[in-house]
């Protein structure tokens, strides 16, 4: 009555990397009626796209190749990673109070990256030039926690709170600076009478740099708000919300010029 086993796999076969195979096992052992703990372990992949596999970006002027940016030489392997947690899940149900949280260690290899090589002699015009081929020449560690707690201190209010923290090491700094060290999110959640509801959500994440980016996007914050209002018209239900999102500023998810603005709209949902 205490203990539960998951035992699941995966088997995938693609034309261009072959069959492949990845296993998840976890144990959960309920310790009492408002504990638990979670022990698994997990494998899973990426095969390699047609592009990585196959490709062949080259520039043609009067029928003569003039220059050749990705030229691949084929036979990649999927990429994959290994994961062993451990987790608990506890509740106080008085006070309304329950926490989740997860040590993980995640081990991954065979990551695929772009390497510049030269090109046989008559493959390109300039014969000083080369091609840009994918290989399976990376790979990363990232041992981290992650939790969020839960409060409901009366029937009208929620509040969560997340954060997420790890350590990441890689074979390239480009790799491990793509992976934040830490975020954060804090929710509230309210019933403002039977029909109408209130909500904000605040995040932070830490600094990163896009793989393939030159430039880091400094730490983010957003901050949105929304009020729903619901109401009924005979057997048909529906809700308009006023919704904000982005209120502390522009947020920017990949490079400088491309954030997502201050904004605000009105949304009807209708169900019938």
């Given at each position: 009555?205490r203990w539960?086993?998951?035992?699941g796999?995966?088997v995938e076969?693609?034309?261009?990397s072959?069959?492949?195979f990845?296993?998840?096992l976890v144990a ?12 698994g ?5 990426r ?9 062949d ?5 009067a029928?003569?190749t003039i ?13 994959q990673?290994r994961?062993?947690e451990?987790?608990y899940l506890g ?22 990256t772009?390497?510049?090589?030269a090109?046989?002699?008559g493959q390109?015009?300039?014969?000083n030039s080369?091609?840009?081929?994918l290989?399976n020449?990376g790979?990363a560690r990232i ?9 409901r201190?009366?029937p009208?209010a929620t ?6 923290m790890?350590?990441?090491?890689s ?8 992976v ?14 039977n029909?109408?509801?209130?909500s904000f959500?605040?995040g932070?994440?830490a ?7 030159s ?10 708000v929304?009020?729903?209002q619901?109401f009924?018209?005979g ?6 919300s ?6 502390l ?6 490079r400088?010029?491309?954030?997502q603005?201050?904004r605000g709209?009105i ?5 019938y």
């Amino acid at each position: 009555p205490r203990w539960t086993l998951n035992l699941g796999a995966l088997v995938e076969r693609d034309s261009q990397s072959g069959t492949h195979f990845a296993p998840r096992l976890v144990a959960n052992w309920k310790i009492d009626d408002n504990q638990a703990i979670r022990l698994g372990y997990s494998e899973a992949f990426r095969t390699p796209s047609l592009f990585e596999q196959r490709s062949d970006w080259r520039f043609v002027y009067a029928g003569q190749t003039i220059d050749i940016r990705y030229l691949s030489r084929g036979g990649l392997r999927p990429e994959q990673v290994r994961v062993a947690e451990v987790s608990y899940l506890g509740e106080i149900r008085r006070l309304g109070l329950s926490f989740d949280a997860r040590l993980f260690h995640e081990r991954i290899t065979d990551l695929i990256t772009q390497q510049r090589y030269a090109l046989p002699p008559g493959q390109e015009f300039d014969p000083n030039s080369g091609a840009f081929d994918l290989r399976n020449a990376g790979s990363a560690r990232i041992t981290g926690l992650e939790y969020q707690l839960r409060w409901r201190p009366g029937p009208s209010a929620t509040w969560v709170l997340g954060h997420y923290m790890a350590k990441r090491a890689s074979s390239d700094a480009y790799i491990t600076e793509s992976v934040p060290g830490w975020s954060v999110h804090l929710m509230g959640i309210f019933r403002l009478g039977n029909e109408r509801t209130a909500s904000f959500f605040y995040g932070a994440t830490a600094p990163i740099r896009w793989i393939g980016e030159s430039s880091v996007v400094p730490r983010q914050q957003r901050f949105d708000v929304r009020l729903d209002q619901h109401f009924r018209a005979g057997e048909t239900r529906a809700m308009i919300s006023l919704i904000g999102q982005n209120l502390l500023g522009d947020l920017t998810e990949f490079r400088a010029g491309q954030s997502q603005p201050r904004r605000g709209w009105i949304a009807l949902t209708v169900e019938y």
